[in-house]
């Protein structure tokens, strides 16, 4: 538990080593619990959870492998499709059980979501069913971090179909930082009867969060106003979804602050979408909660870790869209820098930070920002990395 964060964004450690720690922690007290992952369990520095299983494993096993037992309780495979239904017959026996992949790669199991949804549907109408330990997905390696992968590994394609899903019986989740990571895990192994997608990064982001907002967040109602960052009454709200598109909303208010410092600015952070809404499948954000956390009519500018268009449909539940500025992944950019790739995307704290200074008809402030994201692009060329931390 974190109960206090001093400084928030000051200090950066890994969502997948917290998450890590938390599932090895979980497996030590689940002596059922299996994790299941193509060949990335060190990879996705989830690898905390070999000091408590082996991998599965029957042939001979060589000087240099990994710990590896007949009765391993971490299943790895090259095949994401035999992993998900492995998973799924374990979840029908009642007992829990993860799946991690890259995020990309999660597009292949896609059908097969879908049709563990249409069982879980059927199975709420047949009296003698129990319900089952949900279907959790850990998705990372994601769009937003390939720098060496490049364009093949960019998808966040399986959040757009989950939250098109009308059936309510997936949760997307977007952990902002580890601790916010940590109670993603502890949320997806309480749940029953879902499917779980969690997003986040392997790298080290800054932490924001104590536990207890990050555990509210996800029971009550998935979003919370960043009080460090926020003036009251506010001129415009941002909002995030995702951890790295949350950081560059959160960069693009201060270099808003710095240059308009007579107009005031909100962070509205949000951690779960499910079907037509804000929150989880169990606790949506309800209209006038979302009124009170982003206002009756303030433009609001909004950083979405996938495809824009699916965050717009959400928002149309509350709002017009027209209110609503919405960035995301254009499925644009390959092997290049962090920065850059976000730069590409429209989804840079200065391309944010222009939509402001457009509707303050501020065009000094636009050609400043340009000539930065110019600048950058120049810089990351040449040298192989980005002049913006």
């Not at 979302?290 to 303030?298: A, C, E, P, S, V």
């Not at 402030?365 to 600048?375: F, H, R």
Request: hydrophobic fraction near 40%.
């Amino acid at each position: 538990m974190i109960d206090v964060v001093d400084n928030p964004g000051s200090e950066r450690y890994s969502p997948a080593k917290r998450i890590g720690a938390a599932m090895a922690s979980y497996m030590m007290r689940h002596p059922d619990f299996y994790l299941f992952s193509p060949d990335e369990t060190t990879s996705n520095k989830l690898d905390a959870v070999y000091e408590i299983s082996s991998r599965a494993w029957e042939l001979p096993q060589k000087s240099w492998d990994l710990p590896e037992a007949p009765n391993g309780r971490i299943i790895e495979m090259l095949s994401e499709n035999t992993l998900f239904a492995c998973m799924a017959g374990h979840l029908m026996n009642g007992e829990p059980a993860m799946m991690t992949s890259y995020e990309a790669f999660f597009t292949i199991i896609a059908a097969q979501v879908m049709q563990h949804i249409k069982f879980l549907e059927q199975s709420a109408k047949v009296s003698w069913r129990d319900p089952i330990p949900a279907a959790n997905l850990l998705s990372t390696s994601t769009c937003w971090r390939q720098d060496h992968n490049g364009f093949t590994h960019q998808s966040p394609a399986l959040l757009s179909l989950l939250l098109s899903n009308p059936s309510n019986k997936a949760n997307c989740l977007f952990p902002i930082d580890d601790v916010a990571a940590e109670a993603a895990f502890i949320y997806m192994t309480k749940s029953q009867n879902v499917v779980n997608l969690t997003t986040f990064n392997k790298t080290d982001q800054p932490r924001w969060i104590d536990s207890h907002q990050a555990d509210v967040q996800y029971h009550d109602g998935g979003a919370s106003i960043f009080q460090f960052i926020s003036d009251d009454n506010p001129d415009y709200i941002f909002t995030g979804v995702g951890d790295i598109v949350s950081c560059e909303a959160l960069e693009a208010i201060k270099l808003l602050k710095a240059d308009l410092p007579e107009k005031h600015f909100r962070f509205v952070n949000i951690m779960a979408l499910s079907y037509g809404a804000i929150g989880t499948t169990d606790r949506k954000l309800k209209q006038a909660e979302f009124d009170k956390l982003f206002t009756r009519n303030k433009p609001i500018i909004a950083n979405f870790h996938g495809y824009p268009d699916t965050l717009r449909s959400i928002f149309s539940h509350y709002i017009d869209r027209a209110r609503v500025r919405v960035h995301g992944f254009l499925e644009r950019g390959s092997t290049t820098t962090p920065f850059e790739m976000l730069s590409l995307n429209e989804a840079s704290r200065y391309h944010l930070a222009i939509d402001v200074a457009r509707l303050e008809k501020r065009d000094d402030l636009i050609e400043k920002y340009q000539k930065a994201i110019a600048d950058n692009h120049t810089y990351a060329i040449k040298n192989g990395i980005d002049k913006i931390a």
